[in-house]
């Protein structure tokens, strides 16, 4: 458990509108689940937060591509690594895609590509098919606000099921007609191993066109 007192904006500085819900995102992006917040005379927000079994996000402004997984598994939690999963095809294709340059490491992804990484939900599970719709729908708003605050150039949504459920039920994978915070869209398909329906070949082309090519003027 660990207790953090979050300062409000200062008078002298314009008031930043929802510094209380992005302190609470911080939180939740980092890695810890938010138990209580309680608000002390000063103006100050004090959050009691425990670390979860869950991936932080690795961020930062400006990002060239923020890439929004569904939510972790337990294996890719426990690692620290987005998609370490032997199996999984993310960082194969997005070498080949040359997206980026080493495997399996986000921060040089992030440092040496303005590759980012968060998730649509950051409860780890054994599977998808126990995140519910709630959990989807509440995950692509927090997303947006980290979108709507960074400003990546672009998101890429890896995975149809997070942004059907939340956003367009009717999705096919490409740019989207609508973005995010501001931002275009990107969907592909999911890079798990258990998705024989998209090859090596095809998970690195949406890759390659979500990381380099313009979107089209509907999806800016």
């Not at 995102?25 to 938010?34: K, T």
């Not at 890079?191 to 979107?215: C, E, M, Q, V, Y």
């Amino acid at each position: 458990m660990v207790e953090v007192s979050v300062p409000a904006p200062r008078r002298s500085s314009p008031t930043e509108p929802g510094w209380v819900c992005r302190a609470h995102d911080l939180l939740a992006g980092g890695g810890f689940d938010v138990e209580s917040s309680t608000a002390r005379p000063s103006g100050s927000v004090v959050f009691r937060a425990r670390r979860a079994r869950t991936l932080a996000d690795t961020v930062a402004p400006g990002m060239r591509l923020l890439v929004c997984g569904l939510n972790p598994s337990l294996y890719t939690a426990d690692a620290g690594v987005p998609y370490a999963r032997p199996g999984n095809r993310f960082w194969p294709a997005a070498l080949a895609a040359g997206l980026v340059t080493t495997d399996r490491d986000p921060l040089d992804a992030l440092v040496s590509h303005g590759i980012g990484f968060t998730d649509q939900v950051k409860r780890a599970t054994p599977s998808i098919e126990t995140v519910t719709t709630t959990e989807f729908r509440t995950g692509i708003t927090r997303v947006e606000r980290l979108v709507t605050w960074l400003e990546p150039a672009a998101v890429l949504v890896v995975g149809l099921a997070g942004w059907r459920t939340a956003v367009d039920r009717r999705a096919r994978p490409g740019w989207q007609a609508d973005g995010l915070g501001g931002r275009p869209v990107y969907v592909m398909p999911s890079t798990s191993g258990l998705n024989a329906h998209a090859t090596p070949a095809d998970l690195a082309a949406h890759l390659r066109a979500a990381g380099g090519a313009s979107p089209p003027a509907r999806a800016r």
